[in-house]
């Protein structure tokens, strides 16, 4: 089956500018996860999505940084006014539930780059 | 935060030599899981281990998760060209109803043949 979608696959944006990723989780998962992955390193969590709730904001860096799930399904994670500094590839993942520890599958994420 | 750090940070080796990467932080956790990352797509899973102590066999690629849960390691055998990629390990703890991963600084492992 399908896996998890993300898009734009790349995207080049001005500083000052507000940006929005999307990412289509696969078909009943109900867990969507963001995480941000900068230049060769590890991954750093954003937020977390069980359903259309997000009881887990704690990683989002400041509040430029927000992001919404609808219908159970996608979402959006914005960028207001963007920094040089928010350069990075934003990945998505989902997850069978909340449980775990559940396996998560990634896209293949949205690369940033502020100029 | 709980940190998990990664050695080494890079490794580059000849096919078919052995490999260890090590995975340490000071924190418990409930879940170690280790992915495996290509360039231009998102980490893949190899393995989960929840047990103090627990040894996992993939083909090659032997996981220990350590007794207190606070480590892990990924020894492989033979490496071959296709093991080239990042490794990243992942601790777990319950957070709100739902096993958060924390990722580490990840290994970035290259094959020569």
């Known amino acids: 089956g399908a896996g998890v979608s993300q898009s734009p696959s790349n995207k080049v944006t001005e500083k000052g500018k507000d940006v929005e990723l999307r990412c289509d989780p696969i078909?009943?998962?109900?867990?969507l996860y963001w995480y941000r992955q900068r230049l060769g390193q590890g991954l750093e969590f954003l937020i977390y999505?069980?359903?259309?709730?997000?009881?887990?904001k704690s990683g989002l860096p400041s509040d430029r940084f927000s992001a919404e799930r609808t219908g159970e399904s996608v979402s959006t994670l914005t960028i207001q006014r963007t920094q040089q500094e928010d350069s990075a590839v934003y990945l998505c993942?989902?997850?069978?539930?909340?449980?775990?520890?559940?396996?998560?599958?990634f896209g293949p994420g949205t690369r940033l780059t502020v100029t | 935060t709980q940190l998990l750090e990664q050695s080494p940070q890079f490794l580059s080796i000849q096919e078919g030599e052995n490999l260890t990467v090590y995975c340490n932080s000071s924190?418990?956790?409930?879940?170690l899981q280790w992915y495996r990352q290509e360039p231009g797509e998102g980490p893949v899973l190899l393995v989960t281990?929840?047990?103090?102590?627990e040894v996992k066999k993939l083909k090659r690629l032997t996981f220990q998760f350590g007794d207190a849960r606070k480590d892990s390691s990924l020894h492989i055998t033979a490496a071959q060209p296709g093991d080239t990629g990042l490794y990243l390990c992942?601790?777990?703890?319950?957070?709100?109803?739902?096993?958060?991963?924390?990722f580490g600084t990840g290994t970035r492992l290259t094959i020569i043949p």
């Open positions: 993942a989902s997850s069978l539930g909340v449980a775990g520890p559940y396996e998560q599958y």
């Open positions: 078909s009943g998962h109900t867990a």
């Open positions: 999505f069980q359903g259309n709730s997000a009881p887990d």
């Open positions: 924190s418990v956790f409930s879940s």
């Open positions: 281990v929840v047990t103090g102590g």
């Open positions: 992942a601790g777990g703890r319950r957070v709100f109803g739902n096993e958060k991963l924390t």
